[in-house]
């Protein structure tokens, strides 16, 4: 098992080497002038050239990448042109939002996703059945935003049961001063005790935590059910029958066991890609995550920044792959072996 | 006589098909006796393992439809039996193995989970009990070291391993009848006569009565006791083995057998029985050999025939045996 995780580590570590050398150069080959753009529009030409030496940016470019790299893993990832902050401080704020919103949101996925899929298969062409797929079938194809936006409409809108937008309430930010431990308000205020911004982020984070649930639910149940259909024919799901093992037993140990596989890819890769995919649902409800921060990057060709999420991101994908082989191998130990 | 462990008597199994209803078994009439190994033999298709799949009620409920009856294993209709009294039954008190040891097993649990699960159930005693007990009946199938066994996965066993250990879940609640579907198949020639030997073996130690289901005439002379052959669907010959290998009654055993190559005896070709098994959308009062038997006459269509005694105990479903 270690040589195992060895392996993988290893080569993760060369897949993000690969990725650095890529958005290097591809910040390097846009047309706009890093260094005219530090300097702002108004600057003079021995300004920019200033700036340019200043930046490192006369050096060839392989010393610019050894220069990067070695930046990058000293924790200076750069200074973000608009903010005028270091990259990683400003990401060092949008994160906890973002995480917060893709664990509650992925938890709440994988909670009702697995079980409709596995009931589902259970009692294939039958009225849940049929429901079930409707269902996952309406939650992957209905657009985020529309999804987001009748959920305000109905729940703020109408019911008056979940605040429209944003983390927390403004009157209780400033009545509660929170003491920062992780950034985020939710898991803050949960371990400080403090109740009214707890009930009060909880509050904030329902509405689009189900938007972005609404997408990898759809694919965990439809994923479950697929594969728990293959299973349940296999030969040694009969056999567990044949000796007088209680369905439940079968279904939710013998057949989910097997069948778990595809579904747990399946949630590694749509968390990985909420990271700073989850720009439209950010944007819905006001919420200060990491897509926000990259698409406003991208707007104003903010280049470090976007360096500094694409790394982000990448490392993101290259640990939930890690840990979707680890859970594989601890699931199946044929894995392991090949 | 003794009193027959497993009686089936005009039990009928069709199948819902997308394009209409199969019949897959027709049985008249077929006892298995104590403490004997029955043969059921047939070709492919031919309903045999339907039929062990009937009697422990494993047939898919919506596809499979079971008509007629009674099935009754000591004495009790298995047919009308609550799914929660079946589960006391199955594997304890019937146990069934499989073709294919590979695919019988959980490939992700060790082969020890299974084992101990089903002995804590059926026996009522603690995880902790049923391991001690696994391992005994690991021994007992001749693996050795047991304790490493009960750890392995599937992939780390052989074939032959692994079908041991099939037969040990099979025999370990010391069940009264047990159906072995094809259980050597699968298997290599010599890895096959080594698990003949063990199920011949144990069910002295057991007394368990066995269904063993083949295809392989050479292995049914080697095992069986007696024999039922079954073609289409129906049983249309059954008998002492002795009986049936040395005179066959029904045309189409007869033919079987001569399909059988001998060593020694040279022929460029082997004897064929022209055309298949008939696929049975609508039941009909024939003879369904009737089209592939060079004995046929006209009464074969006119009635379905019903098993008669020709000699000791050895009855046939022909007009115009041999």
Known sequence: ?338 | MPEAVLEIRDLKVSFRAFSGTVQAVDIQRLDVLPQEILGLVGETGSGKSVTALTVLRLLPERKAVIEGGPVLFKGQDLLTKPETEMRKIRGREISMIFQDPMSSLNPVFPVGEPLTRIIAVHQGVSLKEARERALAVLGRVHLPNPEKILGSYPHELSGGMRQRVMIGMALSSNPDLLLADEPTTALDVTIQAQILRLINELRHEIKASIVFITHNLGVIAKVSDRVAVMYAGNVVEIGPTTEIFRRPAHPYTDLLLKAIPRLGERRDKLPVIDGAVPVIRRPEPVCYFHSRCPRRGDACREARPVLAPVGAGHYVACRNPV
């Open chain 1, 1 to 338: 098992m270690r040589t195992y995780i060895i392996r993988r580590l290893l080569l993760g570590v060369l897949v993000l080497l690969g990725l650095t050398l890529l958005t290097f150069f591809i910040a390097r080959v846009v047309p706009s002038d890093p260094a005219a753009r530090w300097v702002g529009p108004r600057a003079t030409l021995d300004q920019i050239a200033r700036a340019r030496v200043q930046l490192g940016l006369d050096k060839p470019i392989y010393v610019q990448y050894l220069r990067y790299m070695a930046d990058l893993v000293h924790g200076n990832w750069g200074t973000s042109i608009v903010t005028h902050q270091p990259v990683l401080r400003d990401i060092k704020i949008y994160l906890p939002a973002s995480l917060e919103l893709i664990i509650s949101g992925m938890i709440l996925a994988v909670v009702i996703g697995i079980p409709l899929g596995v009931v589902s298969a259970a009692h294939k062409d039958r009225a849940i059945d049929h429901l079930s797929r409707a269902f996952s079938i309406g939650a992957v194809s209905l657009p985020t935003f529309w999804v987001a936006m009748i959920l305000q409409l109905v729940f703020f809108g109408y019911l008056r049961l979940f605040p429209l937008s944003g983390e927390l309430d403004p009157a209780i930010k400033l009545a509660y001063p929170m003491h920062q431990i992780t950034g985020s308000y939710l898991f803050d205020s949960l371990i400080t005790g403090n109740w009214v911004v707890f009930t009060n982020a909880f509050s904030h984070l329902i509405l689009p935590a189900v938007t972005l649930a609404a997408y990898p639910l759809g694919l965990i149940t439809r994923m479950t059910r697929s594969s728990m259909l293959e299973v349940l024919n296999e030969d040694y799901v009969r056999v567990a029958r044949a000796y007088g093992m209680t369905e439940r037993r079968i279904t939710y140990l013998y057949a989910l066991k097997n069948a778990i596989g595809p579904t747990v890819t399946v949630i590694a890769l749509t968390t990985a890609y909420s990271l700073a995919g989850t720009f439209l649902i950010e944007a819905v409800f006001n919420w200060p995550g990491l897509g926000h921060y990259a698409a406003d990057a991208v707007l104003a060709a903010d280049y470090p920044a976007i360096m500094g999420v694409t790394i982000l991101v990448a490392i993101f994908y290259i640990a939930m792959n890690l840990a979707v082989d680890i859970v594989q191998a601890i699931l199946d130990p044929r894995i392991k072996a090949a």
